[in-house]
T-cell receptor, first 114, second 111 residues
Framework: AQSVTQPDIHITVSEGASLELRCNYSYGATPYLFWYVQSPGQGLQLLLKYFSGDTLVQGIKGFEAEFKRSQSSFNLRKPSVHWSDAAEYFCAVGADSSASKIIFGSGTRLSIRP | EADIYQTPRYLVIGTGKKITLECSQTMGHDKMYWYQQDPGMELHLIHYSYGVNSTEKGDLSSESTVSRIRTEHFPLTLESARPSHTSQYLC??????????FGPGTRLTVT
């Protein structure tokens, strides 16, 4: 069965500092991977996705993520965070391109220190 | 940018009332989903639909029901609201690719 683990519940970084949010998945084949962001009281917005090909994917708002099959990881990175990046971040996995269901991780809350 | 709408955005209602949360999308997506999310917590899938007249229960048991009479519309109904139903409800849809697009959510409080 698919599963997603986000080991960090809450991370605080200083504005302008780099960011890495961890995500590990469990699935037997190549998964379809996503990162979503959720601002307080809002729905989820897709930041980026990985289906195949280049293992480093670029997303919106300056975010990128790297798929590492050997580590079953799909960590999200940003070289310099802005105060507006404070939000909840969810990693998610789907079994294949036609997957009707996506499994979400428990989320990482990002706070930005001025 | 996806166009998926949820109404109401906020709802405070008394125990025992019947409520319907509305979800509509204008993208012609076949697949639609309802998730339940407590504050600061993960999303739990409670219902989904592959298309008109298709509905399935999700991974989290829910006392709510759904219907899919039109492609663009996927309402969720609680026949008798209870305080345990207090939560945020998120609707999503999916087209030909695997990602899901989310509405803004309905925050429900049952008193």
């Amino acid at each position: 069965a698919q599963s997603v683990t986000q080991p960090d519940i809450h991370i605080t970084v200083s504005e302008g500092a780099s960011l890495e949010l961890r995500c590990n998945y469990s699935y037997g084949a190549t998964p379809y991977l996503f990162w979503y962001v959720q601002s307080p009281g809002q729905g989820l917005q897709l930041l980026l996705k990985y289906f195949s090909g280049d293992t480093l994917v670029q997303g919106i708002k300056g975010f990128e993520a790297e798929f590492k099959r050997s580590q079953s990881s799909f960590n999200l990175r940003k070289p310099s965070v802005h105060w507006s990046d404070a939000a909840e971040y969810f990693c998610a996995v789907g079994a294949d391109s036609s997957a009707s269901k996506i499994i979400f991780g428990s989320g990482t809350r990002l706070s930005i220190r001025p | 940018e996806a166009d998926i709408y949820q109404t109401p955005r906020y709802l405070v209602i008394g125990t025992g009332k019947k409520i319907t949360l509305e979800c509509s999308q204008t993208m012609g997506h076949d697949k639609m989903y309802w998730y339940q999310q407590d504050p600061g917590m993960e999303l739990h899938l409670i219902h989904y639909s592959y298309g008109v007249n298709s509905t399935e229960k999700g991974d989290l048991s829910s006392e709510s029901t759904v219907s899919r009479i039109r492609t663009e519309h996927f309402p969720l109904t609680l026949e008798s609201a209870r305080p345990s139903h207090t939560s945020q409800y998120l609707c999503a849809s999916r087209g030909g690719t695997a990602e899901q697009y989310f509405g803004p959510g309905t925050r429900l409080t049952v008193t």
